[in-house]
């Protein structure tokens, strides 16, 4: 069983910034790629960003391309997002996921990440 564990919310003012970590159990985790997703306040979750197993091909949703940096370590089985420049329409609730293996390398389809983790709170506001 693969548990997903972010850290790293909080509370930022507008122009801040925040780093998010997920750390995964398991031995594999440098066999799959990550992604982090968000869901706002009334609103339906939305694919962030992506990140191929061994780092080399990385998406972002528009709205945060240029301010939000994913990373992974796989030495740590760690997935980072920094996340500069944050606005008050980034708050939502953060979750980390693992992507199936096969199929694309990447995807910002939910349906192709089969593990999550709880979410961590981020809160933009002055």
């Known amino acids: 069983q693969v548990q997903l564990v972010e850290s790293g919310g909080g509370l930022v003012q507008p122009g801040g910034s925040l780093r998010l970590s997920c750390a995964a159990s398991?031995?594999?985790?440098?066999?799959?790629?990550m992604g982090w997703f968000r869901r706002a306040p009334g609103k339906e979750r939305e694919f962030v960003a992506t990140i191929s197993s061994a780092g080399a091909v990385i998406y972002y949703a528009d709205s945060v391309k240029g301010r939000f940096a994913i990373s992974r370590d796989n030495a740590k089985s760690t997935v980072y997002l920094q996340m500069n420049n944050l606005q008050p329409e980034d708050t939502a609730v953060y979750y980390c996921?693992?992507?199936?293996?096969?199929?694309?390398?990447?995807?910002?389809?939910?349906?192709?990440?089969?593990?999550w983790g709880q979410g961590t709170q981020v809160t933009v506001s002055s």
């Open positions: 996921a693992r992507k199936e293996q096969g199929g694309p390398i990447y995807s910002q389809a939910q349906r192709h990440y089969d593990y």
């Open positions: 398991g031995r594999t985790f440098s066999s799959y790629a």
